[in-house]
């Protein structure tokens, strides 16, 4: 048998597992080093080593008489995309696109500070006292005792640590759990436009369908954007199963009133929907307002998944840890889906972030300490050529640009951000980039999650415009 194709014996080649030395093999791709995949080959029974004819063209291997055949498989075929309109986000582009030109990054929401060092002391003490293995599936206990106590704290809202409240890598993770487990092939999920952009590949990988109701825009007499509730009444269908909403509102810092809430809660119950509410940026709300979660409505919250995200509250954009809180009949078929997605969310960071909440002032003073660089961003803003909107939550500020058009020309909001970027040095987000098809009001996102220096010295490069 030596020598012959059925007495091959593979040995993983240096740097490649045996699967992929068998799939070199049987395909014929030579890696770059062939003597190291030579090595990788024996004979069983023979010294003898294939021999590859060297004048392989474009790197594939044709194999002489005693050497591995090649058999004439096609191929592989291009994968079928799960999610054929998904390409590079906006937010990759433009800070790629930032870093290039040296722009100032106020594309991208996260701060460029560092967060409060008694978190990461917090961290170093989880690791060194040994919390470093698995923690349970639904999350740290402490930090579940503490989200649930935070949120009756804040909502009057009693959520059970054990049955009601899971630890996520993140609200990405969260709203992908929740839409998976709870949304069907075929159904519909309502999906409020402009809109956090994961909402729509979440739904699409669970096989359903998106259907959009865009806010209203903002204009002379209505200054934000606000939710046509009554067109999101008669979105819903016989297969609507799910309406997903987000306030604080990220692009547009729009937040809902208790009006919104009620005609939310008359939808939802009065056509059977599950809400899916994104609430991440629910401690910067500004002017002496209050959160509107959910969670205070009990009819409402009886039906509704919460989302959140320690990224947003602790300047900690980069741990991904967030949480789904939940009615107990709606959280054991999360818990089935998170336990397959990711099992766990890492150990220390959950300690240390149990530990850092035992103590309210970061998460009650978040408001006041964004609104300031609110009024500091805005206030500059306001001595430009843009027109600053109102930012009533979240750490983003929409700023028209028509007044820009002698400058710049008659651009579309993503041509308007690559001109910025490029030839002004600042980078925002086109809000057109949060709709499935684009649409233009002439409006472009700034984050203002920033030192005060970087904030000026995007205002400097603006106000010269
Ligand atoms: C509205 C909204 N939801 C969810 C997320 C995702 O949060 P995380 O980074 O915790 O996954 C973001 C992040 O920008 C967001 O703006």
Redesign the pocket.
């Known amino acids: 048998m030596a020598g012959s194709p059925a007495a091959l014996k593979l040995n993983p080649t240096p740097g490649f597992g045996v699967s992929e030395t068998r799939r070199m093999a049987g395909i014929g791709i030579v890696p770059s080093s062939v003597p190291d995949y030579l090595a990788g080959l024996a004979w069983a029974g023979s010294p003898a080593m294939p021999v590859f004819d060297s004048a392989a063209a474009g790197g594939i291997a044709r194999s002489s008489d005693n050497a591995i055949p090649v058999p004439p498989w096609p191929p592989l075929a291009p994968p079928v995309s799960r999610l054929p309109k998904v390409g590079t986000t906006i937010f990759t582009v433009v800070s790629a696109l930032a870093a290039e030109h040296g722009a100032v990054n106020l594309g991208q929401?996260f701060p460029d500070f560092d967060c409060d060092p008694r978190l990461l002391d917090e961290v170093d003490a989880a690791m060194r006292a040994g919390h470093n293995q698995y923690p349970p599936m639904t999350g740290w206990p402490a930090l579940r005792q503490a989200i649930s106590r935070t949120i009756a704290l804040i909502h009057g809202a009693v959520y059970d640590p054990d049955r009601e409240i899971t630890v996520t890598?993140?609200?990405?993770?969260?709203?992908l759990t929740a839409i998976l487990a709870l949304v069907h092939p075929g159904d519909e999920v309502i999906v409020i436009e402009p809109a956090?952009d994961?909402y729509v590949p979440a739904i699409t990988m669970a096989g359903a369908v998106p259907v959009f109701v865009p806010m209203t825009p903002p204009s002379d007499q209505q200054p934000t954007y606000t939710v046509p509730w009554d067109r999101v009444r008669q979105a819903v269908g016989p297969r609507t199963r799910m309406i997903i909403v987000?306030s604080p509102?990220?692009p547009t810092s729009s937040v809902f009133a208790a009006d919104d809430l009620l005609a939310l809660q008359q939808i939802a119950c009065d056509h059977g929907l599950i809400v899916l509410s994104?609430e991440?940026?629910e401690h910067m709300v500004f002017d002496g307002a209050c959160h509107e979660s959910v969670a205070r409505y009990p009819a409402l919250a009886e039906r509704s998944v919460i989302?959140s995200?320690?990224?947003?509250t602790f300047h900690v954009?980069g741990w991904?840890?967030?949480y789904l809180a939940a009615p107990a009949a709606l959280t054991a078929e999360l818990r089935k889906v998170h336990q397959f997605m990711v099992f766990t969310v890492n150990t220390p960071m959950q300690v240390a972030l149990s530990r850092y909440l035992s103590d309210p002032t970061p998460w009650q003073t978040l408001s006041v300490f964004y609104q300031r660089k609110r009024d500091l961003f805005g206030a500059g803003l306001a001595r430009t050529r843009f027109e600053p909107l109102p930012s009533r939550g979240?750490y983003f500020q929409l700023a028209r640009y028509r007044g820009l058009v002698d400058r710049c020309g008659d651009l579309n909001e993503a041509e308007f951000c690559r001109w910025l970027t490029t030839k002004v040095g600042v980078a925002a987000i086109p809000v057109s980039a949060f709709y499935d098809e684009p649409r233009e009001s002439g409006i472009v996102r700034f984050c203002f999650a920033k030192r005060d220096e970087t904030l000026e010295r995007a205002l400097a490069l603006l106000q010269a415009l």
């Open positions: 929401g890598a993140g609200a990405t993770q969260a709203i956090y994961s987000n509102h990220n994104d991440v940026y989302v995200s320690f990224g947003k954009t991904k840890v967030g979240t």
